[in-house]
C-alpha cells in the first residue's frame, strides 16, 4: 500500500479541513514503512511527553526534530538528511496538504487515536533554503480543555470570574503575551455558560478544541472572512454568548463592545503586559471612552511558568533581596487574602526542584497561569469615563484589591509550585 492510501474514517462534528486517520495504516506492507512508523512513533512520543510542538527542521547536514515542552524546545532526535522529504510528505498526507508544493507555507490539520484518546494536530509547513520546515501543534483535549478549579486560581479570583460570568451582558477580555494559555482561559470560561439553552458561537483562528455544545466558526481572511465579518453574521444568529478569538482591528473592537451593550456576553482577547492596560489599548483602537464602563466586566491578564514537582522539590531561605520584594508585595495583599496566606512569614522559603522519576528527572510537572484580575466597578468606571490614565486605573485597582500577577506568582512559589526566580523574571516590569 502506498503512503498516499490511508484509510480516512468521518469524524464527528468535523470541518472539511479536519481529517480522522490511521497514523500506521500501511506500515505492515508499504515501501514506506520505516518512513510512517518514524513519523507515526514522533507523534505518539510527542503526546507521551505532553509537548505541545513539535518541530521537524532540515539542517545542512541532518535532520533535527525537536518537542516544545514546558515552554521550552528540547531536540529529541537527529536523523540523517535524506529522511527530511519522505517524513515531511508523510506529514502532508495525514494532514491533506499538496506534497509537490514546497514553494510557498501550508496549514493542514488531522485527528487520530493515540493511547486510546482523540488527539488532534495542525500542521504548518514552511520554506527554507535547505528544505521545509514543518511543525506539528499538539492538540490534546485532556490537557487543553480544563475546567476553571483546574487552573491553578486563588480561591477569591475563581469568586471574581464566577460573579462576572454572573451577569446577563457584558466583556471579559483575556490578555497576555503568545503562548501564555489565554485560549484555555476562554474555554474553561465557555464551559461554565455551556448550557443547553444558551445559544453560544465562537469566532476562531483557528479553531483549536471541538467542544460539544460549541457552535465553532474558523475565520478565513484570505477570502474575507475575518473577525469583523464574522462577528456581523454572529450577531444574526441569535446568540447568547459570542468568543472572538482575538480583537486585532479597530472595527473588531468597536463591533465587540457593540455587541456586549446590546445584551450579549462577549468574550476576546487582546495584547497587553497586564489587566491595567485593556481600558487605554482599546481607546487606542478608537473605542469611545465613555462605553467602555457598561461594556466590560471584568479584565484578566496572565502569564505561564513551569510547576515544580512536588514530589523533589527542596526549600530554603530566599536571599536577602528576594526576602526583600517578598515582603513588599505581601504587605500590599488584599486584607481579605491575609488570613489565608499567614501561614507565610520571614523569613521566607522559596523551592526548587531537584528531579526524580516522578518527573522523569525534569523537575517540572507542566505549567500553571499567574493571574491578575480586574473587575470594572461603579468607581473605575467613573475614572474611565472622565480622565482616564494607567496610573489612575492603578490606583484604584489598588483600592478595588487587585491580586497582581506578581503577587499570585509569590503565592505560588511560597506554596512550592513555581520558583520565586521565575516569577519575578515573568512579571518583570508589567
Known amino acids: 500500500m502506498a503512503v498516499s492510501s490511508l484509510k480516512i474514517q468521518p469524524g464527528k462534528g468535523l470541518s472539511a479541513t479536519q481529517r480522522t486517520v490511521s497514523i500506521e495504516e500501511g506500515a505492515s506492507v508499504s515501501d514506506e514503512a520505516p518512513i510512517i ?12 511527553e505532553g509537548a505541545s510542538d513539535i518541530h521537524i527542521e532540515p539542517q545542512r547536514a541532518r535532520l533535527r526534530i525537536r518537542f516544545r515542552i514546558d515552554g521550552e524546545l528540547r531536540e529529541v532526535t537527529s536523523l540523517p538528511l535524506e ?12 494532514s491533506d496538504l499538496k506534497i509537490d508544493e514546497n514553494r510557498i507555507p501550508q496549514d493542514g490539520r ?8 482523540d488527539i488532534d494536530f495542525r500542521v504548518s509547513t514552511f520554506p527554507t533554503p535547505v528544505g521545509e520546515k514543518a511543525v506539528i501543534r499538539v492538540l490534546d483535549p485532556s490537557i487543553g480543555l480544563k475546567g476553571l478549579s483546574n487552573l491553578g486560581l486563588l480561591e477569591n479570583t475563581i469568586a471574581i470570574l464566577n460573579q462576572a460570568l454572573a451577569k446577563p451582558y457584558g466583556m471579559i477580555l483575556v490578555t497576555g503575551p503568545t503562548g501564555s494559555g489565554k485560549t484555555t482561559t476562554l ?22 478544541y471541538f467542544v460539544e455544545g460549541l457552535n465553532q466558526s474558523q475565520v478565513r481572511p484570505e477570502i474575507g472572512y475575518d473577525f469583523s465579518s464574522g462577528l456581523r453574521q454572529t450577531l444574526r444568529q441569535d446568540p447568547d454568548v459570542i ?8 472595527e473588531t473592537a468597536k463591533l465587540a463592545v457593540q455587541a456586549a451593550l446590546t445584551g450579549h456576553i462577549v468574550l476576546s482577547t487582546l495584547h497587553t ?22 461594556a466590560i466586566n471584568l479584565m484578566l491578564s496572565q502569564r505561564l511558568v513551569r510547576q515544580i514537582c512536588g514530589a523533589c522539590k527542596k526549600g530554603s531561605p530566599a536571599t536577602p533581596e528576594v526576602q526583600r520584594i517578598i515582603k513588599d508585595e505581601m504587605s500590599k495583599l488584599p486584607a481579605a487574602l491575609k488570613p489565608k496566606t499567614a501561614e507565610f512569614r520571614e523569613p521566607y522559603t522559596v523551592y526548587v526542584s531537584l528531579g526524580c522519576k516522578v518527573c522523569k528527572g525534569k523537575g517540572i510537572v507542566g505549567r500553571i497561569a499567574l493571574i491578575e484580575v480586574l473587575m470594572m466597578t461603579r468607581e473605575l468606571g467613573a475614572i474611565v469615563g472622565a480622565d482616564v490614565t494607567e496610573n489612575k486605573i492603578w490606583d484604584e485597582a489598588a483600592r478595588q484589591g487587585m491580586v497582581t500577577m506578581r503577587q499570585d506568582g509569590i503565592i505560588k512559589a511560597l506554596s512550592g509550585l513555581v520558583t520565586i526566580e521565575e516569577v519575578l523574571r515573568e512579571t518583570s516590569g508589567i
Open 37 to 48: 512508523k518514524i513519523v507515526s512513533s514522533t507523534l505518539q512520543s510527542a503526546v507521551e
Open 273 to 294: 503586559n497586564n489587566a491595567i492596560g485593556v481600558i487605554p489599548r482599546l481607546i487606542d483602537m478608537e473605542v469611545d471612552s465613555f462605553l467602555l464602563p457598561s
Open 83 to 94: 529522511l527530511h522529504q519522505p517524513i515531511v510528505s508523510r506529514v502532508k498526507i495525514l
Open 187 to 208: 474555554y474553561a470560561l465557555l464551559q461554565i455558560l455551556n448550557k443547553e439553552d444558551v445559544n453560544i458561537i465562537s469566532l476562531e483562528d483557528p479553531v483549536e
Open 243 to 250: 468568543m472572538v478569538g482575538e480583537i486585532r482591528d479597530t
Open 110 to 117: 488531522f485527528r487520530t487515536v493515540i493511547f486510546g484518546r
